[in-house]
């Protein structure tokens, strides 16, 4: 280990080696990797440093909202890194450490700012963007669209010299908990590809690693080590091992039948927000599916958006009646085999005139899925915006899926199938699973 700042510091082998390719000539910087490996702690202490190092300039760290980044980084990593890393300047700042809570920004003694701001608050955003930046941090990186990444990048820009007179190069990072390989972030910093307009890009100015939580074991209990290590086969790819998803054999839908777009649909003639609803919100209870779908005049079919969560059913059916009004709707879905009437019931009481339909599910997930999947292939089907949850889903559901052995029920699925039999019923009727019949061998006698 190398002792850093004092002695009570020390980064792990994994976090040096982050800090080393940090310091490399490369400007952007991918980290990905399981649940608590400690990537944010050590891109947080990069920035602190640089921000220390060069006085007067200005740093920004990202998340999708505002108050997720306020909680993550400004009331819990960025006071650990300065208490741990600076115990000199954490205790001369004082516990608000220079924090300015209109602007939502740390101040350095030298001068120096270091930016919180979410994705999510368009009038905060283009305030934050209204500045240049030394350092750009996007954390949780999944959860952030391709075009919100874009557009910040263009204010990494400041141009500022160091305590020794050098120039600061400019730094972008990310880091996530890996989702597939379809993300951006995969597309840039692995394939060296922008996935909007399949642009190459050099590939020394994006480097990329992985750290795991088993790389931070001396900073984790090993109970919590054991649970991820335990977790079923999807989220233990992800969390544990910090594994890139690709296409699985045997799935029924494949990455090459989505098709993506970040313009808004128009001529829409019909949309429709589907529910696949759970009856309770406790620990392993399933997911809300909430998927809001369209069709235009030359009968193409867009995923709006996904609301999908846990949810109480108060809290599905306002989501849900939020997701009416704002894409203008025309009417609600909602699957009830397992709520009955409590689902209608539940809608109602949010409000009693709301155009409602209800769907049983008579033939199993596989059947179903078949006609909407054989849609996606034709291309007949496109995603607008981020649904990166939903396609993971899509593209890990074979035609042998137990709910049992991969530890979920795939809610969001159910409410796109949903969503698409509703828009597509003479297509879905016509487009009839395949079934292959055993082989009858004659006797030859």
Known sequence: M?????????????????????SSAAENILCW????????????????TRALKAPNSRHVIFRKTGVSVKQAIGLDTYPEV?????????????????????HGYFKLPNGSEVWLSGLD????????????YATMYFNEASEIPLASFDVALTRLAQT????????????????????????????????HVHPDGEMLLDGAKYVCMRVNPIDNKENLHQSYLDRLANMPERQRKRFWLGDFTGDVENALWRRSYIIKTQKEPTDLVRIVVAIDPATTNEVGSDETGIIVAGIDKDGMGYVLEDGSGKYRPEEWAARAISLYDAWDADRIIAEVNQGGDMVE?????????????????????????????????????????DLSALED?????????????????????????????????????????????????????
């Open 121 to 132: 608050d368009k009038e905060r955003v283009d305030k934050v963007l209204g500045k240049e």
């Open 345 to 385: 019931a539940v809608i109602r009481a949010q409000r009693a005139n709301i155009p409602y339909s209800k769907v049983h599910a008579t033939r199993g997930k596989v059947i179903r899925a078949e006609p909407i999947a054989a849609l996606y292939e034709r291309h007949k089907i496109k995603h607008y915006g």
């Open 160 to 191: 500022i010299k160091d305590v020794n007179g050098n120039w600061l190069n400019l730094k972008c990072y990310v880091d996530l908990n890996p989702t597939t390989k379809s993300h951006w972030s995969y597309r840039i910093f692995v394939d």
């Open 393 to 445: 889903e899509l593209c890990t559901f074979t035609i042998d899926f137990d709910r049992k052995s991969q530890g979920y029920s795939p809610d969001r699925l159910d409410a796109l199938v949903w969503a698409f039999t509703e828009l597509f019923p003479s297509i879905v009727n016509r487009i009839k699973p395949v079934i292959i019949k055993p082989v009858q061998v004659r006797s030859s006698w």
């Open 82 to 102: 300065m208490r741990l890393a600076y115990p000199q300047v954490y205790e001369a700042q004082g516990a608000k450490l220079g924090w300015n809570d209109k």
């Open 2 to 22: 190398t002792l850093i700042g004092h002695k009570e510091f020390r980064l792990t082998e994994k976090q040096c080696e982050l800090r080393n390719l940090c």
């Open 33 to 48: 990797g399981g649940s608590r490996s400690g990537k944010t702690f050590e891109f947080v202490y990069n920035i602190i």
